[in-house]
């Protein structure tokens, strides 16, 4: 099983990073994700679908903050992920970001788990 790092990148208030596991691409943004951050979770997503890892988890235990351009961010990879017969699954998300996603309902698009070991043991 593939479980090296293969990339990470920062800009000030967001950090990603991105590493393999089996069949998934795990997508790991800490910090805060809003207009000013969002590419740097948007390339590597697009990246990993264009690579053929369409089994997109990305745990959000380590995000702190998340705006409408970070959820649309997320709704984008996901449209491209299950263009390619893949999806997004959401884990480990802290209240704060969870809510975003409960207001808004787009908790209800996506797949969500309540640790990263339970989006991998699917």
């Given at each position: 099983?593939?479980?090296?790092?293969?990339?990470?990148?920062?800009?000030?208030?967001?950090?990603?990073?991105?590493?393999?596991?089996?069949?998934?691409?795990?997508?790991?943004?800490?910090?805060?994700?809003?207009?000013?951050?969002?590419?740097?979770?948007?390339?590597?997503?697009?990246?990993?679908?264009?690579?053929?890892?369409?089994?997109?988890?990305?745990?959000?235990?380590r995000l702190e903050?998340?705006?409408?351009?970070?959820?649309?961010?997320?709704?984008?990879?996901?449209?491209?992920?299950?263009?390619?017969?893949?999806?997004?699954?959401?884990?480990?998300?802290?209240?704060?970001?969870?809510?975003?996603?409960?207001?808004?309902?787009?908790?209800?698009?996506?797949?969500?788990?309540?640790?990263?070991?339970?989006?991998?043991?699917?």
């Open positions: 099983m593939d479980r090296g790092m293969v990339g990470s990148t920062s800009r000030g208030r967001l950090q990603v990073e991105v590493r393999h596991h089996g069949a998934s691409a795990v997508v790991t943004p800490a910090g805060e994700l809003d207009h000013h951050t969002a590419d740097l979770l948007r390339e590597p997503l697009e990246q990993c679908v264009e690579e053929g890892r369409v089994r997109l988890v990305v745990d959000c235990s903050f998340c705006d409408s351009t970070g959820l649309n961010v997320l709704l984008g990879a996901r449209l491209k992920a299950e263009a390619k017969g893949g999806g997004v699954h959401l884990a480990g998300m802290l209240p704060v970001v969870a809510r975003v996603f409960e207001i808004t309902g787009a908790d209800a698009v996506f797949t969500v788990h309540e640790s990263l070991d339970a989006a991998l043991a699917e």
